[in-house]
């Protein structure tokens, strides 16, 4: 079975400030990661996926996140962050692309 | 390119009903998923539609099922309707090949509330 915790269910940050988002996973097989963005009355959009090759993951919005198999973790960062970036993002594992697990999500708040 | 579109956008239910739900895939995508998303929680998956047969269910009772037409839309059916069932449901759409899939492309949603 696969899963991953995100975290911290809300971060605040200050508009420029980095934004550092955690999700841990476990999983019996070299996993696929994935980061979401929903922003409100919307569905889910892909920031960025991990499936093997280079660790450090590059995203859409300037979001990063680096696969760190030793420490079963995958976390999204963006140097800094704007007042666009407030919504909710939630980290995914999956064995393959469709059936992926989420976590329960972080609401991201932006501060001018 | 045209990308998912689910109908309607919110609908309202009673205990026992039975509800349908619509999906347009994206153009070129040739699988289904349907996600629910219960209020302050990530989406859990469904099922998954494939050549309009099932390719994949989630931990969900069998009043929850799907079709998928030959021109890749789908429908999520849910009998005997209860309370909890009332959350987003998400559609996502992917192009499944022989060499890999494309990420899933999410649409909008439907709210449903069952009272």
């Known amino acids: 079975a696969q899963s991953v915790t995100q975290l911290g269910s809300h971060v605040s940050v200050s508009e420029g400030a980095l934004v550092l988002l955690r999700c841990n996973y476990s999983?019996?097989?070299?996993?696929?990661l994935f980061w979401y963005v929903q922003y409100p009355n919307q569905g889910l959009q892909l920031l960025l996926k991990?499936?093997?090759?280079?660790?450090l993951v590059k995203g859409i919005n300037g979001f990063e996140a680096e696969f760190k198999k030793s420490e079963t973790s995958f976390h999204l960062t963006k140097p800094s962050a704007h007042m666009s970036d407030a919504a909710e993002y939630f980290c995914?594992?999956?064995?393959?692309?469709?059936?992926?697990?989420f976590g329960a999500g972080t609401t991201v708040t932006v501060r001018a | 390119e045209t990308g998912v579109t689910q109908s309607p956008t919110h609908l309202i239910k009673t205990r026992g009903q039975q509800v349908t739900l619509r999906c347009s895939s994206q153009?070129?995508?040739?699988?289904v998923s349907w996600y629910q998303q219960a209020l302050g929680q990530g989406p859990q998956f469904i099922f998954q539609?494939?050549?309009?047969?099932?390719?994949g269910r989630g931990n969900f009772p069998p009043r929850f099922s799907g079709l998928q037409f030959p021109n890749y839309s789908s429908e999520l059916n849910v009998n005997a309707l209860e309370l909890d069932d009332s959350a987003l449901y998400l559609c996502?759409?992917?192009?499944?090949?022989?060499?890999?899939?494309?990420?899933?492309?999410f649409g909008n949603g439907t709210r449903l509330t069952v009272t």
């Open positions: 996502a759409s992917s192009l499944a090949s022989n060499r890999d899939n494309s990420p899933l492309h």
């Open positions: 999983s019996s097989v070299p996993p696929y």
């Open positions: 991990y499936t093997t090759g280079a660790t």
């Open positions: 995914a594992v999956s064995r393959n692309d469709y059936k992926l697990s």
């Open positions: 153009s070129g995508h040739n699988t």
């Open positions: 539609y494939y050549r309009e047969e099932e390719n």
